[in-house]
C-alpha cells in the first residue's frame, strides 16, 4: 500500500478536548480537560489513553466505563516510576564510571582509552574517543577548567577527569568494546557479580539501561513500552533473582537489573520499598502488559 502524506490540521485545545469525549472518555469535563491539554499535549497523552480504546475501528473509541480516572492513574504512575528509576540509574552510572576509571587506569594507565590495543573494533575505538574529546571540549566542569589552567592541554586529560564529562551511552559502548580478557574488565564485571564468562550479559544490561536512562531523561514513556534493547537473560540463575522473565522487552525486566545492580554499589537505596509502594497504583489486570508476573513481590530478588 503506497504511503500517504500526512494532513491532518492542527487542532485547538478546545476542539482536542471535544475529540476525546466525544469518543466516550467520560469522567471529566471539557473545560477540565483544555486545561490538561494545555500542560500535557495530545500524543503525549495518547500514550495513556490508547489501551483504553479499541484501536481497531476507525475514530479509536474509548471502551464502554472507561472514565479519566484511569489515564490520569496511569500518568501519573509513570511518572513516579521515571522518578524512581531515574534516582536509581544515578547510582548504578556513578558505580560504572568509578570502576572503570580506577581498574583500567591502575592497571593501563591514567589514559588508558587511547589505547587501542585493548579494544576489539578498530572503529567503535575511534568514535568512542571522538566522542569522549568532543564531550570533554563541550563540558564546563570547574575541574576541566582547572586542568587547563595548571597542565598541558596537548596531553589528554586523565580517565577519571574525561569519563565524567561524557555520556553514559559513551561508557557502556567504551566497556563494550575492550577485550573480554582484560583483567581490568573483568575486575569491573566482578564489582557486580558478574564474571569473564557472562561478561556479555553484562554488557547488554548497560546498553539497555542506557536507552532506559534517555527514555527517562525526555520524560518519555516507560509504562507499557516495548523496548527495542532488549538486555539478555542469565542462562546462570544469579543470586536473589527471579523465577523467570514473562517479557523480555517490558519494563519489568530493567527494573530486576536495577534492582540486581543496586545490590552491589547502592545496598542501601530503598529502591524495592519506593517501586512496592509505587506499584499499588497498578491494577492486577495491568501487570501483564508491564511484563510482571502475579507473584513478583515474592521472588527472592524484591523481598
Known amino acids: 500500500m503506497p504511503l500517504i502524506a500526512y494532513n491532518k490540521p492542527p487542532l485547538s485545545l478546545q476542539d482536542q478536548a471535544r475529540l476525546l469525549i466525544s469518543?466516550?472518555?467520560?469522567?471529566?469535563?471539557?473545560?477540565?480537560?483544555?486545561?490538561?491539554?494545555?500542560?500535557?499535549?495530545?500524543?503525549?497523552?495518547?500514550?495513556?489513553?490508547?489501551?483504553?480504546?479499541?484501536?481497531a475501528v476507525p475514530g479509536s473509541p474509548f471502551?464502554?466505563?472507561?472514565?479519566?480516572?484511569?489515564?490520569?492513574?496511569d500518568y501519573e504512575?509513570?511518572?513516579?516510576?521515571?522518578?524512581?528509576?531515574?534516582?536509581?540509574?544515578?547510582?548504578?552510572?556513578?558505580?560504572?564510571?568509578?570502576?572503570m576509571e580506577y581498574h583500567l587506569s591502575l592497571s593501563h594507565g591514567s589514559r588508558w582509552y587511547e589505547d587501542s590495543a585493548l579494544c576489539n573494533s578498530?572503529?567503535?575505538f575511534r568514535d568512542n574517543l571522538d566522542?569522549?574529546?568532543?564531550?570533554?571540549?563541550?563540558?564546563?566542569?570547574?575541574?576541566?577548567e582547572h586542568y587547563l589552567n595548571k597542565y598541558d592541554s596537548s596531553v589528554s586529560p586523565p580517565a577519571w577527569m574525561i569519563f565524567e564529562t561524557t555520556t553514559f551511552g559513551t561508557v557502556s559502548k567504551t566497556f563494550s568494546n575492550l577485550k573480554n580478557n582484560i583483567p581490568a574488565k573483568t575486575a569491573v564485571a566482578q564489582y557486580f557479580g558478574f564474571s569473564r564468562n557472562t561478561m556479555r550479559v553484562l554488557v547488554s544490561w548497560f546498553q539497555h539501561l542506557n536507552l532506559v536512562r534517555n527514555i527517562c531523561a525526555h520524560y518519555s514513556r516507560l509504562f507499557t513500552r516495548s523496548f527495542i534493547v532488549r538486555p539478555m537473560i542469565p542462562t546462570?540463575?544469579?543470586?536473589?533473582?527471579?523465577?523467570?522473565?514473562?517479557?523480555?522487552?517490558?519494563?519489568?525486566?530493567?527494573?530486576?537489573?536495577?534492582?540486581?545492580?543496586?545490590?552491589?554499589?547502592?545496598?542501601n537505596y530503598q529502591f524495592k520499598?519506593?517501586?512496592?509502594?509505587?506499584?499499588?497504583?497498578?491494577?492486577?489486570?495491568?501487570?501483564?502488559?508491564?511484563?510482571?508476573?502475579?507473584?513478583w513481590r515474592e521472588q527472592d530478588l524484591f523481598t
Open 77 to 99: 504512575f509513570d511518572a513516579g516510576l521515571r522518578t524512581i528509576v531515574s534516582e536509581a540509574l544515578s547510582y548504578i552510572e556513578i558505580a560504572v564510571r568509578t570502576q
Open 23 to 55: 469518543r466516550g472518555l467520560q469522567g471529566i469535563t471539557e473545560s477540565e480537560l483544555v486545561q490538561v491539554l494545555s500542560n500535557i499535549s495530545y500524543y503525549r497523552l495518547r500514550g495513556y489513553t490508547y489501551p483504553y480504546q479499541n484501536n
Open 236 to 267: 546462570h540463575r544469579p543470586t536473589k533473582w527471579v523465577d523467570s522473565i514473562p517479557r523480555q522487552d517490558r519494563i519489568y525486566f530493567s527494573l530486576c537489573i536495577i534492582t540486581k545492580l543496586l545490590d552491589s554499589c547502592a545496598p
Open 131 to 144: 566522542e569522549l574529546r568532543k564531550h570533554w571540549n563541550r563540558s564546563r566542569e570547574v575541574f576541566k
Open 63 to 73: 471502551l464502554t466505563g472507561v472514565c479519566w480516572a484511569y489515564i490520569k492513574n
Open 122 to 124: 578498530q572503529n567503535i
Open 273 to 295: 520499598e519506593k517501586l512496592k509502594e509505587l506499584m499499588k497504583k497498578v491494577r492486577r489486570d495491568q501487570l501483564p502488559s508491564l511484563g510482571f508476573p502475579e507473584n
